[in-house]
């Protein structure tokens, strides 16, 4: 292949970090470097180094994108894994990404530049890679990737582009080793900035939902103003963090008084990418919402890594991209909630109770729909636990 460089997050509390002997397979190939960001000091024991440096070790590098000469950019809330491009048969994430021409390129390169000559990152040696990689499982991966029509349609040069003016904006990666009141304008002040200038409507997408005090506060004082605040996350049988999902359920109900929309990924619907394209999911995986969206009033939007929570805030580093497009914003609002439909429960307060409105035409639940005994006993033991500030 062409020569690349990778920067990657190994000190991650959450999924399987890449093993030792893979990461050094990689950096074993002449046109590959690959280094660690924030690396654990105990490789051979990511677990007790975690214990032994926990501050240290539960921030992490939480950015994604891939950069091709400078000329191309895709961004969005998708990691290099199986379960991110329907090769995992129990679980599949639904994504989304955006792929970006012109100047905002070399914004985002500069970006990772600056990540790869941090103080906090450390190369990774290289190892004897033993055998090749199985040809047939990257055939089949390649076979799916030209069955979506995407390669030829970029080869073709039809594929549809939006102009507009475009900013690509990350975290300094210093923000995993300063202090919360040392982080100076970090990713989500900007993003709150971007939240509060609605007029009309704020759609927001993330998974992981946890809008602390301040958050509800910010989504109060929209409503007031009269804007629509439409929220879209995971449901609790949907969810792959139980204890995130008991960090978001406590502001429910108060959400819901304040006349906001609610909705959450049913388990058995379709990723928001694939809604009414490509082929139906094989298998009986469970669908699990990752993609984090933001549109403002149909004319801006934001994708990138960045979840509403408080690890994306004070712990993560993130980044993505900020689109000034009424084309481009009114085509996400709309294919969002075409999937709303039919892939979510609507959510609503009936009294003091929460009611779960799924696909017209099926009963209501009066609770959690589709989450087994055991992940209900998670989400109810995690909701005792004070939590709120790692999730």
């Known amino acids: 292949p062409p020569s690349a460089a990778f920067a990657c997050a190994c000190c991650s509390t959450t999924g399987a970090p890449p093993g030792e002997q893979e990461l050094g397979q990689l950096a074993a190939h002449p046109n590959i470097e690959v280094r660690l960001f924030n690396p654990l000091a105990l490789r051979w024991s990511l677990s007790l180094a975690l214990l ?3 501050e240290r070790g539960n921030r992490r590098m939480h950015n994604k994108a891939l950069i091709v000469d400078n000329q191309a950019l895709i961004v969005g809330g ?5 379960e991110y491009f329907e090769r995992r048969a129990e679980l599949e994430f639904g994504d989304l990404d955006v792929l970006a021409l ?4 070399r914004q985002a390169s500069d970006g990772f530049d600056s990540y790869w000559n941090s103080d906090a990152l450390m190369p990774v040696a290289p190892v004897a890679s033993g055998s090749a990689p199985p040809a047939e499982p990257l055939r089949a991966l390649w076979r799916a990737v030209h069955e979506t029509g995407f390669e030829a349609a970029l080869q073709a040069g039809t594929l ?3 102009r507009g003016p475009t900013l690509a904006l990350q975290d300094r990666p210093d923000k995993v080793l300063a202090a919360e009141a040392e982080q100076q304008d970090h990713l989500g002040h900007r993003i709150a900035r971007v939240m509060g200038e609605a007029k009309q409507e704020l759609l927001l997408v993330s998974p992981y939902f946890v809008p602390g005090r301040g958050g509800v506060e910010q989504l109060r004082e929209l409503r007031q103003r009269g804007v629509r605040v439409c929220i879209v996350t995971n449901s ?7 204890a995130v999902h008991a960090g978001y359920a406590r502001y429910r109900r108060e959400l819901l008084s304040l006349g906001v929309e609610l909705y959450e990924i049913r388990p058995d619907g379709k990723p928001l990418r694939a809604a ?7 298998g009986s995986s469970r669908l699990s919402l990752h993609a984090k969206v933001l549109v403002v009033d149909r004319r801006s939007a934001f994708i990138g890594s960045m979840n509403i929570d408080p690890r994306s805030l004070r712990l993560n580093t993130e980044n993505g991209v900020v689109m000034q497009s009424t084309r481009l914003a009114e085509e996400l609002s709309r294919g969002v909630e075409q999937v709303l439909v039919q892939q979510a429960y609507r959510v609503s307060l009936d009294g003091q109770a929460l009611r779960w409105q799924g696909r017209e035409g099926e009963p209501a639940h009066h609770s959690e729909p589709g989450a087994s005994l055991w992940l209900r006993l998670q989400a109810g033991f995690f909701s005792l636990l004070p939590l709120e500030p790692l999730l």
């Open 52 to 54: 032994l440096d926990f």
């Open 78 to 82: 998708r990691n290099i894994g199986d």
């Open 102 to 105: 012109g100047p905002v390129v």
């Open 160 to 162: 549809r582009f939006e």
């Open 236 to 242: 609790l049988a949907a969810t792959d963090v139980p």
């Open 276 to 282: 009414g394209h490509g082929k139906p999911r094989v």
